[in-house]
């Protein structure tokens, strides 16, 4: 068996998680890609964010994400694979970016969590407030379960 999969039968192949899961694995986590559209097309930048009264917080630099996720609908996705008990888990953020003022208050508690792994400046805060979210926990499926023949390139790999 090939690491990261699992034939355990007690784990569903697929679970859609509560609301109140999906807060949790975020919590746990704190690296997401953020999609956003700039101009004519989607673009996704990695962030690290924190979790603060079920709305999720990022810094960035005055740059095109800044541009194009101020006031506008974004989607924010996490996840996470445990290899060795052999299942993953995603969830998917929808909401409206809004500027986080920088008070005080705001710097000494989540803004100070904070720590994005890009040198730079980072002095623009935004928070997403989600008017829909959904995760999902699924079994890593081994390849030859996925439905679909695999070219002999990829089979020999496996075997």
Known sequence: MLVGMTTDASIPETANLPTEECWKLLRD??????AVWVHDHPEIFPINYKVDHETLVFRTGASTKLAAAVGRM????????DADAGIAWSVVVKGQATAQAR????????????F??????????????????????????????WGSRLDEATRAGLE
Request: negative net charge; charged residues 25%; glycine residues 8%.
């Open 29 to 34: 986590a704190s690296v997401g890609r953020l």
């Open 74 to 81: 974004v989607a924010l996705e996490a996840d996470t694979a």
């Open 103 to 114: 008070t005080p208050e705001f710097l000494a508690s989540v803004g100070n969590m904070l």
């Open 116 to 145: 994005p792994w890009e040198t730079g400046t980072k002095d623009h805060f935004l928070r997403i407030v989600p008017e829909e979210i959904s995760g999902r926990r699924f079994r890593i499926a081994a390849p030859l379960t």
